[in-house]
Structures are given as structure tokens and as C-alpha cells.
């Protein structure tokens, strides 16, 4: 069992920046593959990025390409999202997920555990 918990949502301005952590409960956190995911309202959750337990393989959705970095510290049982260059469309509650598996996927239905989100509102 895993359990996460995201933070570092807030309020910021388009252009700017904010660092979302999320972590993780469990010995075996090294061996999940992590991702973001986000949901505006009236819309699906979409995949942000991943990255794999297996040689931290990154992954990232053509929105955010470039704008966005994921990253992971497994000694601190922690995945981070850097988000720069926000837009007004990035805004959205962001979670975090994981699965015990080393392949990357975009599917939402394939992560087993989820953090309650967190809000990111970008002022245009």
C-alpha cells in the first residue's frame, strides 16, 4: 500500500513558477513509476508526466513539453513537478500517482494510487 500526499498548489501569475512535491508512504517507493496528473473543470484527467523507478526515464504530455520537469528523490520518498512558464490553461487540481510497474504509461486506469490533488490556479 502507498499512500501520497501532494502539496505546493497555490495562486501564481502566467509566467511564473511553482515546484509541486508529493510524498510517499512505503519501503518501496524507489520501485514505483510516479506521474502527474491534472483535471480542469468540465474536463478528464489528463497525464502530465511520468517517470519510471527504472533508470528515471521521463515522460512528459506536448502541453507541458519543455515548461515542466518531473523528477523523483528516493531517499527522501519523494516525486516533484517543477512547473515554469505557466499559462492560464495549466490551471487545475494536480495529483500525484504511482504504479509498481517499470513501464511507462499515460492512462490514468493503469496507476493504482492516487494523492487528493492539489489546486494550481494561473491568473492570466
Known amino acids: 500500500q502507498v499512500q501520497l500526499v501532494e502539496s505546493g498548489g497555490g495562486l501564481v501569475q502566467a509566467g511564473g513558477s511553482l515546484r509541486l512535491p508529493c510524498a510517499a508512504s512505503?519501503?518501496?517507493?524507489?520501485?514505483?513509476?510516479m506521474a502527474w496528473f491534472r483535471q480542469a473543470p468540465g474536463k478528464e484527467r489528463e497525464f502530465v508526466a511520468s517517470?519510471?523507478?527504472?533508470?528515471?526515464?521521463?515522460y512528459y504530455a506536448e502541453s507541458v513539453q519543455g515548461r515542466f520537469i518531473i523528477s523523483r528523490d528516493n531517499a527522501k520518498n519523494t516525486v516533484y513537478l517543477q512547473m515554469n512558464s505557466l499559462k492560464h490553461e495549466d490551471t487545475a487540481v494536480y495529483y500525484c500517482?504511482?504504479?509498481?510497474?517499470?513501464?511507462?504509461?499515460?492512462?490514468?486506469?493503469?496507476?493504482?494510487?492516487w494523492g487528493q490533488g492539489t489546486q494550481v490556479t494561473v491568473s492570466s
Open positions: 500517482a504511482a504504479r509498481p510497474i517499470t513501464d511507462y504509461t499515460n492512462l490514468p486506469r493503469e496507476y493504482d494510487y
Open positions: 512505503g519501503r518501496t517507493f524507489s520501485r514505483y513509476t
Open positions: 517517470i519510471t523507478w527504472y533508470r528515471d526515464r521521463t
